[in-house]
């Protein structure tokens, strides 16, 4: 998980498809998702 962004880190750690924090454009949740 190194690798990703910290906002991706983040949605990775909940485990849930909820939108991802301020840090992280929401794009970036789609595209991950």
């Given at each position: 998980m190194a690798t990703?962004?910290?906002g991706d880190a983040?949605?990775?750690r909940?485990?849930?498809g909820?939108?991802?924090p301020?840090?992280?454009p929401p794009q970036q949740?789609?595209?991950f998702s």
């Open positions: 990703f962004p910290a983040a949605i990775a909940t485990g849930t909820a939108p991802p301020r840090s992280a949740a789609g595209a």
